[in-house]
């Protein structure tokens, strides 16, 4: 076995992905089953012992022990702290904007309780509360919940929390505390807030994104921008990005030391400090291993192994914390990595990287010229298409969808992600800085002009709604695994005709399949962006829009889009003051109500079947109601009291306040204070849809970062 290392790198993170998805009391019973099948591998194989078999389960046994560890020693002293109220003194290590100008989202670290039974160091992830800066002490009242579900629960693991908390009062600042992290990233946040001094606020959040991976002012219309041209990539500080940089430094080091030991050494140390610079993501630090087992065999005069650099990336990650293979921008990293690799090997058996020899007859320049073009095009094309061909099963299972303009995007854009970079990294220098600080001034002017095309770019690609294809779940999943088992065996066999036909066919069957599934579906999407989220419901292409905050605005905008809704049917504003009316040109409704002015008592609405709208008024707020066959979903804007109205399946939370009873709250922030104690919690990080069969079935599916499953 030539990479026994990679081998087992790849199988070990495989079985983590199963590990971490089956149930806690599934886990033990499988451990057991590996653990026989390896000892029974070990005794009949003898001589083949060195054989495939035994590493592989040699792996599967060694994630199902590491999960099991893991979450005896992380995950389950958590549920101590389960529906507790505690005033807790804890570290500010990471702050975005929140949803108003005047609060913050915080990442904090626990470092005491007023149980002290209780556990503590650990982070958690709290919305909404006062302004506070990196490196703060506070002592702040919160209240801990666990994740009302697998698949936010599984979100939150990968990132390190174990566990969600709320803020019931405001904190009170104790003092500062500087760690090595929190300097590194007191470091990065100043580096972006200098960009954002030198260029229009949306192109320097574009830009504190891709040079120093400070993607805190990203807004949400610039994320999806870059999702429908399939750049994505490029706002996430990634392999790519490091290997430009580490291609430039190295070539500079090398010219100046006239070694390249020296250069390596000089690499070594930037990989490592440019690491801890950006928070030690998993996108870089699965690069960043790579680069610096490449680095360090060049240090030793060694050859290095791309595969079993990365087997190592990937046990190191899986092993701190099991849930980061959960992640998706880690599958898309690892992914996208063996599409590049496997389109050097192709372009090696297609001869692309060979140069062509000189045509000795007379006359055949200028065809000579026309085939050297050609060849640098496709090969130019070749690692984009190899890349998006590794990436989508990702897409597809995670239901971020595929665009039909990645490819020809990523050819045209890719290249200019180097200079724009370079420009990034000059522009996050002090400006007070003697003459090197002059610099950024040059460099905003280029960069700004190549980020302005880019905008531009994307801007086209948003407005082409024909080319996303909003693909997902465990249906365009296995439409996609069989499409690349068809192509395979096309490809492999003598048969291929067949196979190619079959491959051909393959696509129109199954979206009449999809067609014929999704017949009579309503789908119930919540719109995030806000305190108060916005509900749209879909069928039949057309929509109903329940609004509730001009922060909402594009992601309804956006769920239109991507369902394909022409038709906005009714669109109700909820809010109490309805100062505007940016959502006539957003979705050009047939009919809208604006509740605090058109209705008196309230009014019951059927824009399409099976659904019905219900709006009640009541003294301090108003009640809508949606009812999909019988499935009822309510929502509130200011107070309002349910306890003499029918019971309602679920509850979609906001800023307003609610009594009542009712079967689930969905919260997409913190939970709310006034939640019945008896309902089940659904929380979603992201946007959330629901989809509605009548008389058949029920399904959740959430979505979480514009991931989901």
């Known amino acids: 076995m030539r990479r026994p290392l990679a081998v087992f790198g790849l199988a070990y993170f495989l079985a983590m992905l199963a590990a971490t998805r089956l149930p806690a009391t599934w886990l033990l019973p499988v451990v057991i089953a590996v653990a026989v099948l390896f000892g029974l591998a070990l005794v009949f194989l003898r001589k083949r012992a060195h054989g495939l078999a035994p590493l592989l389960l040699a792996a599967c046994l060694a994630a199902g022990l590491l999960r099991l560890g893991y979450d005896a020693v992380f995950v389950q002293p958590m549920a101590l702290l389960d529906d507790t109220r505690q005033t807790a003194t804890a570290r500010v290590v990471a702050v975005e904007p929140g949803y108003g100008g005047d609060t913050v989202h915080a990442t904090l670290q626990v470092l005491a309780l007023d149980d002290d039974t209780l556990p503590t160091g650990f982070s958690v992830e709290v919305k909404g509360i006062a302004q506070v800066d990196l490196g703060d002490v506070i002592a702040i009242p919160l209240r801990f919940y666990a994740f009302g579900n697998t698949s936010t629960q599984r979100y939150n693991y990968g990132k390190g929390h174990m566990i969600a908390a709320s803020a019931t009062g405001a904190g009170q600042k104790l003092g500062t505390s500087d760690t090595p992290l929190t300097l590194v990233r007191r470091l990065q946040y100043a580096a972006g807030a200098n960009i954002l001094q030198r260029l229009p606020t949306r192109l320097a959040s574009v830009m504190a994104a891709m040079a120093v991976g400070d993607s805190r002012f990203l807004t949400d219309e610039t994320k999806e921008g870059y999702r429908m041209a399939g750049l994505s990539h490029m706002l996430v500080v990634s392999g790519l990005h490091l290997s430009i940089l580490c291609g430039y430094l190295f070539i500079f080091s090398r010219r100046v030391f006239h070694r390249r030991r020296a250069a390596a050494a000089v690499c070594l140390g930037f990989v490592l400090l440019f690491m801890a610079f950006t928070g030690f993501s998993p996108s870089i630090v699965r690069s960043g291993f790579v680069y610096i087992f490449v680095y360090l065999a060049e240090l030793f005069r060694r050859k290095s192994d791309v595969y079993t650099s990365m087997a190592i990336a990937a046990i190191v990650l899986v092993t701190q914390n099991p849930y980061a293979c959960t992640d998706v921008g880690l599958l898309l990293s690892f992914t996208a990595t063996f599409g590049a690799l496997a389109s050097g090997q192709l372009a090696q058996r297609l001869g692309l990287t060979h140069r062509e020899r000189p045509l000795v007859l007379a006359g055949s320049k200028a065809g000579q010229l026309a085939r050297r073009a050609g060849r640098g095009l496709l090969l130019a094309a070749l690692t984009p298409l190899c890349v998006t061909v590794a990436t989508l099963p990702v897409l597809v299972w995670a239901g971020i969808g595929l665009s039909l303009l990645s490819l020809p995007m990523n050819i045209l854009c890719v290249p200019l992600l180097s200079p724009i970079v370079l420009c990034g990294l000059l522009m996050a220098l002090p400006p007070a800085l003697p003459v090197i600080g002059l610099l950024g001034v040059p460099a905003s002017l280029v960069g700004g002009a190549l980020l302005a095309l880019l905008e531009w770019l994307t801007a086209l690609c948003a407005g082409a709604a024909w080319a996303w294809i909003p693909l997902g779940g465990a249906f365009g999943l296995v439409v996609i695994l069989v499409l690349y088992a068809l192509v395979f065996a096309a490809v492999k066999t003598r048969r291929r005709r067949l196979f190619a036909a079959a491959a051909v066919l393959m696509l129109p069957l199954a979206f009449a399949l999809s067609t014929a599934l999704s017949a009579g579906v309503v789908q119930v999407h919540v719109a995030t ?181």
């Open 529 to 709: 962006g806000g305190a108060s989220p916005s509900l749209v419901v879909t069928s039949g292409g057309q929509a109903v829009v329940l609004y509730r905050g001009r922060q909402t605005a594009y992601a309804v905008t956006r769920i239109l889009r991507q369902t394909r809704t022409g038709d906005c049917a009714l669109l109700i504003d909820m809010r109490r003051t309805a100062e505007s009316t940016e959502y006539e040109a957003l979705y050009a409704p047939r009919q809208i109500v604006v509740v605090e002015e058109d209705l008196v008592s309230g009014n019951v609405y059927h824009p399409f079947e099976p659904v019905e709208v219900s709006i009640i008024r009541q003294g301090d707020g108003s009640i809508a109601c949606v009812d999909i066959a019988g499935y009822k979903i309510g929502l509130v804007a200011g107070s309002a009291n349910l306890e003499h109205y029918s019971r309602l399946n679920l509850m979609l939370a906001g800023a307003g306040t609610v009594r009542g009873d009712y079967d689930a709250l969905l919260a997409t922030g913190a939970v709310p204070e006034w939640m019945s104690s008896d309902a089940q919690l659904i929380q979603a990080d992201g946007d959330a849809q629901l989809w509605i069969r009548p008389g058949t079935s029920i399904l959740w599916k959430e979505v979480s970062d514009g991931f989901g499953e």
